[in-house]
């Protein structure tokens, strides 16, 4: 038996143009004056005009910081607390993808609390309240909206830091699945191998309970069903939010159980040859889960279960290994490399690559212990 404490933080406000209701959503926290945090890309698209039009409607005063990058650095959340600092803002929006949702949230601990990012490194460190935040995510990956982390890296050592804090999380995950149409495909790609990963590795944590289970199978029901569907349509709506929901499901399952061996894994292929985060995802998710297979072969079973309504899945009695050949499919199917050499990553190089494997938080919630060695044994399987 696993004790909990599990309290949904965040409102969800789901539906096509629902952005248009940002100014009312921002008026009911209380805002007068709002402070959007959003990237080059969302903004040329138009998002962020329609969210700060929205704001403007309802009488907000309101500043757009552009100045995000992939993978938010300590940089970027400096730059943007000047920004904050500029215009007094008494909520904080985050338009745009896992990168300015985290990046917003780094601003806030800074913001609210003061010191440098690395104060907050770990979970619950900071002391005073923080600023409201609303977040409308533009892709269905990170799930960053719905649960209390931001991951920022230090801008010298680039090294990731997972900050967590209740107060951190958003008021408002405001989910509006048009937005998310304007997704390059690869994007689309990455961020929903990632979103499959997090409902997949959240169904199996050390950490698991009644509640985050909920959230991960129907993260997993929505996902594994639609993500083919995008990479074929892009243009599917129903597709879209039903990826975007299973996004969200899952880092509210991510908030509740932790993740696994699969992010312990790819980060340092992340850190070391800079291959982005879907695809180390997607690289090691395979073998993890058949790795854990040998111990949570039920429960992978029912999972497969959860999705068996959709079309083309794999039948619950292929267990941990049809599902690894169905991830492994997804994978190919979305042009990602299924190989650690295709992105070549060297076979010296694992040991020291495994080494760093370990030291990774999110490992020791896997639900099959994961020392150096077996890490190193997972990394051989994929090459
Ligand atoms: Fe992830």
Not at 334 to 346: D, F, I, N, S
């Amino acid at each position: 038996m696993v004790p909990f404490d599990f309290q949904l933080r965040t409102r969800i406000v789901f539906g096509p143009d629902t952005i248009d209701r940002l100014g009312e959503l921002a008026s009911e926290l209380g805002a007068r004056r709002v402070v959007m945090v959003s990237d080059p890309g969302v903004i040329a698209v138009g998002h962020a005009q329609r969210g700060l039009d929205a704001l403007q409607r309802a009488g907000i005063a309101s500043h757009l910081f552009e100045g995000v990058h992939e993978n938010p650095t300590t940089d970027d959340v400096d730059r943007g607390v000047a920004f904050a600092k500029r215009h007094d803002p008494e909520l904080l929006v985050g338009l745009g993808g896992g990168s300015s949702i985290d990046c917003a949230k780094g601003i806030n601990f800074l913001y609210s609390n003061g010191g440098e990012m690395k104060d907050y490194w770990g979970v619950g460190k900071a002391l005073k309240p923080m600023l409201p935040m609303i977040a409308a995510p533009t892709t269905a990956g990170t799930g960053s909206e719905t649960q209390s982390f931001a991951l920022i890296s230090d801008a010298k050592t680039h090294f990731k830091m997972a900050c967590g804090d209740k107060k951190a999380s958003c008021r408002i995950a405001l989910l509006d699945p048009k937005l998310t149409v304007t997704q390059p495909p690869r994007v689309t790609a990455l961020t929903g191998i990632d979103a499959i990963a997090h409902a997949l590795e959240t169904y199996v944590t050390k950490r698991r309970n009644p509640v985050s289970r909920l959230y991960s199978r129907e993260a997993w029901r929505l996902l594994a069903g639609n993500f083919g569907r995008v990479l074929d349509n892009p243009d599917d709506l129903d597709a879209r939010a039903a990826m975007q929901l299973g996004a969200s499901c899952a880092g509210v399952a991510i908030e509740n159980s932790m993740l696994g061996a699969t992010h312990a894994l790819a980060n340092p292929l992340t850190a070391t040859y800079g291959i982005v985060h879907g695809e180390a995802v997607g690289l090691m998710l395979p073998h993890v889960i058949r790795f854990n297979g040998e111990k949570c072969d039920l429960w992978y079973r029912e999972l497969l279960e959860a999705s068996s309504d959709n079309n083309g899945m794999p039948k619950p009695n292929s267990g941990p290994e049809g599902l690894a050949d169905f991830v492994a499919s997804l994978v190919a199917k979305a042009g990602m490399a299924t190989r650690l050499p295709e992105r070549q990553v060297e076979r010296e190089k694992l040991p020291e690559l495994a080494a760093d494997a370990a030291t990774q938080w999110t490992g020791t919630f896997n639900p099959r212990e994961v020392d150096e060695s077996e890490l190193l044994r997972l990394y051989e399987r994929a090459f």
